[in-house]
């Protein structure tokens, strides 16, 4: 049987190379597409020294050209594609009034218009699988909201939005679902130059109902399940994984 063919966007550092590290786990051969060449190299670097099978290939997820000619190298290369998980992300803030306008436009660009033009044109390939699975990266900032995050904010809330319309319009050839995560300590899934050892206060784990922030782990393995065939009555819904922290009521203190 052909192996099982996965496209992690922004699938290099961070959330989505513990995503890329659990799919090619489990056999699957994976698509690391990100924008960054250095930590793409670096992945591929460590998928050759774990014995993954899998291939980088540079993209800016907002460009319609780049995307379209990933999806085109998958169908030649690989010749199937079986889930596409939407995790590249930008962010930008700042206040409103001195917030670049382009600064808001690439964030858009990035969170928002690449999910839809990787669906637009995986779409094709992922209906022949039939199943196909996209998976989406929204956050709980589509739920809630520090200040001065309105660019990141309108980009995850509009991928909770995009990815129940996708549900529908792929629909019974593709599952479409999103996953908002909460904190994810992701200092130590960077690439070397910039990595880091994680330090938690005790006040920053116990914020949490569960007793500690998250880790890339905690996503991957909700990816893992809505790409396989327990989940197939699932689609069109967004999970949030946070630990707890949204439902979790705060006041002041007296």
Not at 7 to 24: P, R
Not at 74 to 101: K, T, Y
Not at 195 to 207: G, K, L, S, V
Request: glycine share 10%; proline share 5%.
């Amino acid at each position: 049987m052909a192996k099982r063919v996965v496209i992690v966007t922004g699938g290099a550092q961070g959330i989505g190379l513990g995503i890329s590290y659990a799919f090619a786990r489990t056999g699957s051969h994976v698509i690391v597409a990100d924008v960054d060449e250095e930590a793409g190299r670096e992945a591929m670097d460590a998928f050759d020294k774990r014995g993954f099978t899998g291939r980088f290939v540079s993209t800016d997820v907002s460009d319609a050209q780049q995307v379209q000619a990933l999806i085109d190298g998958v169908a030649q290369q690989e010749g199937r594609l079986d889930v596409v998980v939407n995790n590249a992300a930008a962010f930008h803030g700042g206040p409103i009034e001195s917030l670049p306008v382009e600064a808001f436009d690439r964030v858009i660009g990035v969170n928002l218009r690449g999910p839809f033009l990787m669906a637009k044109y995986a779409a094709p390939l992922l209906r022949q699988a039939s199943p196909g699975v996209i998976i989406n990266m929204a956050s709980t900032r589509a739920l809630m909201s520090e200040a001065n995050t309105e660019p990141y904010a309108a980009s995850k809330g509009g991928v909770v939005a995009l990815t129940h319309a996708l549900s529908v319009s792929l629909g019974p050839d593709v599952r479409v679902n999103a996953i908002s995560p909460g904190w994810i300590e992701v200092g130590d899934w960077k690439k070397a130059r910039d990595r880091i050892t994680p330090h938690h206060r005790r006040e920053d784990n116990e914020q949490h109902p569960v007793g500690r922030v998250g880790v890339p782990d905690d996503i991957a393995n909700l990816c893992l399940f809505l790409a396989s065939t327990e989940s197939s009555f699932i689609t069109g819904q967004n999970f949030v994984v946070d630990g707890g922290m949204t439902k979790k009521m705060i006041y002041e203190p007296d």
